[in-house]
């Protein structure tokens, strides 16, 4: 049985039945953040089974009133810098109507819990600078913002994470 928070929330890992609701999650993600581009859900598909299948990285879910309300995507990953592993947040995303309910700290606590486990440094996420609501959520949390994170967007169809 899944850990339940006093509000009847569960976390636990993503099943290959869940890929439906999770990308409705995504979906809702990126019309938020305004994104632009047609997801490609077969390729997504694909994605979500590897990371199923894999040892470094998961998806953790988040079930209220028998539906998923919330995702994270983690990776953990070693650099020649540090002889010690680190983990990345990569997604975390709340339904609209489920924010404010503690659901994202649980997922946080889970990534937590799973950089400790795996002897991790520490935990690194990014935050689009037009999100302050999620920004100081995160410092709240004990985040800290250390670094810089520059992107460089590329047209090749070949690095296009899954999008049509």
Not at 16 to 32: C, G, S, T, V
Not at 63 to 82: C, N
Not at 122 to 137: E, Q, Y
Request: proline fraction near 3%; aromatic fraction near 8%; glycine fraction near 8%.
């Amino acid at each position: 049985m899944a850990p339940r928070d006093r509000n009847g929330i569960s976390i636990r890992l993503g099943q290959p039945d869940d890929f439906d609701e999770i990308f409705d999650l995504i979906l809702e993600l990126r019309a938020r953040l305004r994104e632009k581009g047609k997801p490609d859900k077969k390729a997504l598909d694909q994605i979500f089974r590897r990371f199923l299948g894999s040892n470094d990285k998961c998806v953790y879910v988040a079930e209220a009133d028998a539906s998923l309300v919330g995702l994270m995507s983690i990776a953990v990953g070693e650099s020649l810098y540090d002889h010690k592993p680190w983990l990345e947040i990569h997604e975390l995303i709340i339904k609209d109507d489920y924010r404010s309910r503690g659901i994202g700290r649980l997922l946080l606590d889970e990534a937590t819990g799973r950089a400790r486990e795996r002897g991790c440094a520490c935990i690194s996420l990014t935050a689009d600078v037009d999100n302050p609501r999620a920004i100081k959520f995160y410092r709240e949390y004990g985040f800290d913002s250390s670094e810089i994170v520059l992107e460089k967007e590329l047209e090749n169809e070949a690095t296009d994470g899954g999008l049509e």
